[in-house]
T-cell receptor, first 114, second 111 residues
């Protein structure tokens, strides 16, 4: 089944403890991105990748890192999580980098930082 | 950069009635406008999209209209059903790295 898989679905951690949220897609998509969803703010882009080894900042990149060493995986790294990073996170992928390629979202990761 | 405003934030309708959600955008260069539906606890999923060279697009009970001059676009759902209850997001884009989402509309369809 074609899908975007995120893990874990739920994560509770403490301030400063490094964590990684994994994202994998099995559709051979070129484009991948990370969003955070907060009440009243919609979906805001954190980082995106147009292809392997090509990543760039979105609207809210502070406190996050990503890597794209292979086409299928796009992990989101929080080196030192803080409570303001408590949010619902979505990974998304797209067949191409063209304007009209639809985004396919993962199931989300609900992160709580205490 | 692009700024997308979405109204209303919540909308409650009776089953069978129509629902309309409106979005405005700021960047006149935006030329792609997708709509996503997010059911409770699930991922956002594309339900319909429209390109700037088209004024209206329909897919069964769902339609989207675009007014480029006024920089606004709307989602219309006719004959609403309880399964239409969800959060709906509009977005405007010049490219994937430029896609901006509205804040979302929580639609409730009462049986």
């Amino acid at each position: 089944e074609a899908q975007v898989t995120q893990n874990p679905r739920y994560l509770i951690t403490v301030t400063g403890k490094k964590l990684t949220v994994t994202c994998s897609q099995n559709m051979n998509h070129e484009y991948m991105s990370w969003y955070r969803q907060d009440p009243g703010l919609g979906l805001r882009q954190i980082y995106y990748s147009m292809n392997v080894e090509v990543t760039d900042k979105g609207d809210v990149p502070e406190g996050y890192k990503v890597s794209r060493k292979e086409k299928r995986n796009f992990p989101l790294i929080l080196e030192s999580p803080s409570p303001n990073q408590t949010s619902l996170y979505f990974c998304a992928s797209s067949p191409g980098t063209g304007l009209y390629s639809p985004l396919h979202f993962g199931n989300g990761t609900r992160l709580t930082v205490t | 950069g692009e700024n997308v405003e979405q109204h209303p934030s919540t909308l409650s309708v009776q089953e069978g009635d129509s629902a309309v959600i409106k979005c405005t955008y700021s960047d006149s260069a935006s030329n792609y406008f997708p709509w996503y539906k997010q059911e409770l606890g699930k991922r956002p999923q594309l339900i319909i999209d429209i390109r700037s060279n088209v004024g209206e697009k329909k897919d069964q009970r769902i339609a989207v209209t675009l007014n480029k001059t006024a920089k606004h676009f709307s989602l219309h759902i006719t004959e609403t059903q309880p399964e239409d209850s969800a959060v709906y997001f509009c977005a405007a884009s010049k490219g994937h790295n430029d896609m901006r989402f509205g804040a979302g509309t929580r639609l409730t369809v009462k049986p």
